[in-house]
């Protein structure tokens, strides 16, 4: 069983930043593969970023490719989103996944395990 805590989401202005962390319980958080994923109102939930259980492997939806930065910290049971140069269209909920997989995968039936979210809002 894997428990998912997600933090620092925020009120920020266009072309500021935010760093989300997710924190994990259980010992075998490296194993997994992680994922934050957003859903905006009357969107359908997209995977933003994902990082295989190594950190050696990681994706990017096009739209925050050069923004957005994804990282886990084994040390720590946390994963990372660092984001850049926010956009109004960033403005979500914000959600961590773990997959047991351990592989890259950027489909959300693959995670089994969920955070609560996050609320981002970029304001123009």
């Known amino acids: 069983q894997v428990q998912l805590v997600e933090s620092g989401g925020g009120l920020v202005q266009a072309g500021g930043s935010l760093r989300l962390s997710c924190a994990a319980s259980g010992r075998t958080f490296s194993s997994y593969a992680m994922g934050w994923f957003r859903q905006a109102p009357g969107k359908e939930r997209e995977c933003v970023a994902a990082i295989n259980w190594s950190g050696g492997s990681t994706y990017y939806v096009d739209s925050v490719k050069g923004r957005f930065t994804i990282s886990r910290d084994g040390a720590k049971n946390t994963v990372y989103l660092q984001m850049n140069s926010l956009k109004p269209e960033d403005t979500a909920v914000y959600y961590c996944?773990?997959?047991?997989?351990?592989?890259?995968?950027?489909?959300?039936?693959?995670?089994?395990?969920w955070g609560q979210g996050t609320q981002v809002t970029v304001s123009s």
């Open positions: 996944a773990a997959s047991n997989r351990g592989t890259l995968t950027t489909m959300a039936s693959q995670y089994e395990y």
